[in-house]
């Protein structure tokens, strides 16, 4: 299989001053614990109310003039940012989680179990990180923290079963803990949503739904963020709705690294939606500046689009294009819309591109470390070996 599963940490992770969980999204509502609130539909964009700490606004954070050359800026100095890489085809039961910074070298590694296969049940996150340290489920229930010195240790444990798979995403201070729960032993499935101190004090489930499903995959600025699967769609592989090319069982989360459509923001004590990011197409990983979105151009933090001015759409169709730090540019596949392969490209605005010599597929993440470095992966190799 020849398939990259890179994730990039939400944020600059490293030795525990750089901000964290990037994050973003539109506006609407969401009900808590009430019938099936209104997920479909174009929600008025309106501003967030406050910035992840040291996190730039995109508003403040301007990208390359059309005039300006398609280099990268240098990058202020600062704590080094480091990217995860989840390996979960040649493991078997296992994956391995690997922390890489900038200079291409590996900081730390581990194995963990997977959770227990549920036939025909789609893929969650397996990992998230903070300002300080990457956490990672290991098998149904045990949440684990991987420092960058490779020492690992029990943070936690979800509610997850044999026949209930578990997500989570803790917030950037490590004091709290955001987990949604997909329950296949009922019909229809049965979504949950808790928020706890890790530990498990102050514990409150704060939405239920047998009809939309949505799990968490980040905090920002106090509230947390959780991928939607979409209108409509239901969590088997055979069935759920989404959109561009690729298969399920080869490409587990689609174009995006989360597994949902889009990203909603939403209040962690009453569920109610804040803001909605990309109506249905979201690509890529969630960076600072926001999220690239399936041909077509990209959206910031209030869930208004960024203006590409570009007659043409980055890279192949529902390419994985991930968002510049700075919200300058777009990284994707390819340049020509070349079908199943090919160079790197960076998309400026205005139609601007520079082709890096990196051979990529559309269906490769690529992470932002900062807003000169990249990070991407794929099976190289014939045997599934990562690079």
Sequence with gaps: MRWLW????????????????????????????????????????????????????????????????????????????????????????????????????VAARVTALKRTNIADGIELPYTMATRSRVYYLDGDRAVRSLNLDGTSKLVTSVAGSASVHATFAVSPDDQRIAVGLLDYSVSPVLLSLYVEDIGGGHHSVIYTSNARYLWPVAWHAGQLVVAYLGPGAVPFKSKTTLYGNGDLLHFPYGPSPYGGINYHVINPVTAEREAIISGGGATGLLSRAGTAVAQGDADDWTGASLNWNSPSSYGNYSAAGSLSPNGGVIAACCENGAASSGNLVLFYPNDVRRVLPVNVTPFDWVGWLDDSHLVTGFYQAADGTPS
């Design 6 to 105: 890179a994730l990039l940490l939400l944020g600059p992770v490293a030795c525990g001053s750089a901000p964290a969980a990037s994050t973003h999204t539109p506006v609407a509502q969401l009900q808590s614990a009430r019938p099936s609130p209104p997920f479909e539909g174009t929600p008025t964009p309106t501003a967030l109310g406050g910035e992840t700490t040291g996190v730039p606004s995109p508003s403040t954070t301007p990208g390359p003039s059309p005039s300006s050359s398609p280099s990268a800026a240098p990058t202020p100095a600062g704590p080094p940012s480091y990217a995860v890489l989840v390996d979960l085809f040649s493991g078997g039961p296992t994956y391995t989680l690997s922390v890489a910074g900038g200079d291409g070298k």
